[in-house]
């Protein structure tokens, strides 16, 4: 349909594409304008594809309902694989920290994923994190400990506090992964040695 036959008050496909863009984080209305014409000029089994990608996200992508982790089906991929050690179970505050744990090939248990860390002044507490479902996970005597690799910042450090005092008294051992991150630093972005260290290196909270 050309501009000339939209009815009116319908808007302009293009731009509505860039204003939709711009919402996502790190975009700009400038980048959000660059990629929306780099769509548009793209060859159309790339638009067909990404249109199609879009959509399958939209219906499939959910919570695991053992991990809370991003997942295309009930169970996402790791809770579901039998050779993973069922007794330990890392604690992450983002999907993206789970991703790069995995990436460094160091970690053979299963994960937990809160979706954020404690941080009172933005109105966050225990209730807005995955937290009773961590608890829940702890109820029979399978997990034996909890490590806990929130970023070393104050509130990373202030969620694995927490988890420890909720967690401890289960008899649970909760550990924290060593500080060799650059404090304040995103273990999303840490480099697999780092992070390697970072665990091998755990420690009791
Ligand atoms: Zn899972």
């Known amino acids: 349909m050309s501009e000339r036959d939209a009815p009116p008050g319908d808007p302009d496909p293009l731009r509505k594409l ?9 975009i700009g209305e400038k ?5 929306a014409l780099s769509i548009v000029r793209a060859d159309p089994e790339y638009k067909a594809v990404l249109a199609e990608t879009i959509d399958t996200v939209r219906t499939t992508m959910r ?14 991929g790791i809770c579901s694989d039998a050779r993973r050690d069922r007794a330990t179970i890392c604690v992450v505050a983002h999907p993206q ?3 790069a744990i995995e990436r460094s090939g ?17 109105g966050v507490g225990p209730a807005e994190l ?17 490590i806990v690799a929130t970023s070393p910042n104050v509130e990373g450090d202030a969620t694995a506090l927490y988890i420890s005092k909720i967690v401890s008294p289960l008899g649970v ?30 420690r009791p909270l």
């Open 130 to 146: 995955q937290i009773n479902t961590l608890l829940e996970r702890l109820r029979d005597d399978t997990v034996t400990e909890v």
């Open 31 to 35: 980048s959000a304008l660059r990629l």
């Open 18 to 26: 860039s204003a939709l863009l711009s919402r996502l984080p790190g």
């Open 173 to 202: 051992r909760v550990t924290r992964i060593a500080s060799g991150l650059a404090v304040g630093g995103e273990l999303e972005y840490a480099d697999l040695s780092t992070l390697h260290r970072a665990l091998e290196d755990r």
């Open 63 to 76: 919570s695991c309902e053992i991990c809370r982790d991003l997942s295309h089906a009930a169970r996402c």
């Open 106 to 122: 160091v970690f053979r248990g299963l994960y937990h994923v809160l979706h954020g860390v404690l941080d009172p002044l933005a």
């Open 97 to 99: 920290d789970r991703m």
